[in-house]
């Protein structure tokens, strides 16, 4: 399943630059917001998850070579984070559903993550 | 802990400067202020601020004026729910000598609607000192929450909690080493105060510690781990 998918069906707010969202391809999710939980365990290529809205996620992302960010609540990102992320190319979105039900429907889309590839 | 016996425990181990810091709250620092009068310590203002990364940090204060001025936005910032004492326990303002003022009625316990960036700004606006709190820890910990030191605001001075060693903390995280480092007491408790640090200064005052902080003219702070 590509990215556009997952933007359509849960009507997710782009907050970087877009890109060919159908190209890319997430193998897997993952939901924390303890940002040394996810360099631990977040699988490459991942969606993941959070509340956490703080510019360190940018790198947490790069340095995992995440498919996208999904930030829940309507929690929002300062400018220097959109502008940090848009820098590594990272796609950011957002959404104003908790991060329990953003999981929950990205997992009936078919995103499952048994398997992760690094760990 | 009532103030005059944090003053009296506080001398008695040997302290000469402490600094107040209650989570997201300061109704209680002129208390033990005026509890320390004519005593030898120094009682400096603080506050233990979670911000909404639920990073705890201390904000150091010279004077109550300007930690007043801080307060003022953290109140604003919080949440506007009321404690539950059941659940969160009381919230008690108590004068010099501990007897009752009032009770906080605004919930202490939760984040503060400012990032840390934000907070960071405020602090160093007002002339205070920030200080994130006991990074190492599971909870709250800055490298827990934000996986390592974020490199967007200048972080000079890092706390560490008293259970981890001074000599392994930079071995256990190496991204420390280039700070100044500290060690917390993070004293909820009389039997819990520190005097971790040891400060050379020339008097003791916010400034100097500044300096120490910074290494600046002599100054400087070693960490005890036993004390």
Redesign the interface.
Known sequence: MNLQTMIDSLHLKPLTEPKDYQAILPTCGYAS???????AGAAHQSVWVTL?????IV??ASLLDLSAIIITED?QP?A?TIAKANEEGINIFSINEPTFSVVGKLWELGLHCQQPNNT | MIPPLIVEESIARGIGIIAITDHNATANIQAVQKAAEGKPLLVLPGMELQT???VHSLCIFEKLAQIEEFQKIISHALPHISNQPAHFGEQFVVDETGEFIRREEQLLIVSADL???QAWKYVIELGGLFIPAHVNRKAFGL??????V?Q?IPLHTLEISRHLPANEATIKFPQLSGHTLIKGGDAHRLEELGGFNEFWLASPSFNEIKAALKGLDGRKVIIRDSI
């Open positions: 917001d303890l940002l040394s939980c996810v360099m956490q809205a703080h510019i360190n790198a947490v929690a300062d220097a | 909404s990364e639920e990032t840390l960036s490298l827990e929450n934000l996986g390592f974020p967007d």
